[in-house]
């Protein structure tokens, strides 16, 4: 065989491999989690909201980007590090992805509250099913004064 057709194979089996593994990235996600778009604070009108999942746990959301081959969380969430510190309808051309959408900005109230690239907070897009059911998941967390109390 000659060295150009070695190097297509080769080249064509990691394309087959990274098309099987994003498959099944996107069947596990889409199976179980609740359907966001989130992007970084600071952001530029209408530019990076990321599709993906969010998961929650009694500690944490833990958000998985659909396009992306990572078999960890993209963004972690503390519960106990976060707020809500505001609320929106989409503006401009992001009500032709966002329509039917509230968008929340949520930013760091603790230490370490987020792992990922936004260290100044984000915005998530949900459905108002979806955004009740975070805000629900926010406040019933412990409060910070039952934490003290507790380790003392």
């Keep these: 065989?000659?060295?150009?057709?070695?190097?297509?194979?080769?080249?064509?089996?990691?394309?087959?491999?990274?098309?099987?593994?994003?498959a099944v990235r996107l069947a596990q996600l889409r199976r179980a989690g609740t359907p966001i778009l989130l992007r970084t604070i600071p952001a530029e009108v209408d530019h990076g909201w990321r599709h993906g999942t969010a998961h929650y746990s009694d500690d944490s959301l833990r958000y998985y980007r659909l396009a992306s081959l990572r078999p960890g969380p993209n963004v972690t969430l503390v519960r106990q590090g976060i707020e809500i510190t505001g609320r929106r309808r989409p503006e401009g051309t992001e009500t032709e992805i966002l329509e039917g959408?509230?968008?929340?900005?949520v930013k760091p109230s603790g230490k370490n509250p987020i792992s990922g690239?936004?260290?100044?907070?984000?915005?998530?897009?949900?459905g108002p099913g979806a955004v009740t059911a975070f805000q629900?998941?926010?406040?019933?967390?412990?409060?910070?004064?039952?934490?003290?109390?507790?380790?003392a």
């Design 1 to 22: 065989m000659s060295l150009p057709v070695v190097l297509l194979s080769v080249l064509l089996a990691v394309a087959v491999i990274v098309c099987v593994l994003l």
């Design 101 to 105: 959408m509230l968008i929340l900005q």
């Design 117 to 126: 690239k936004g260290k100044d907070g984000y915005e998530l897009a949900m």
């Design 136 to 151: 629900s998941w926010l406040e019933s967390r412990q409060s910070a004064r039952s934490e003290r109390r507790k380790s």
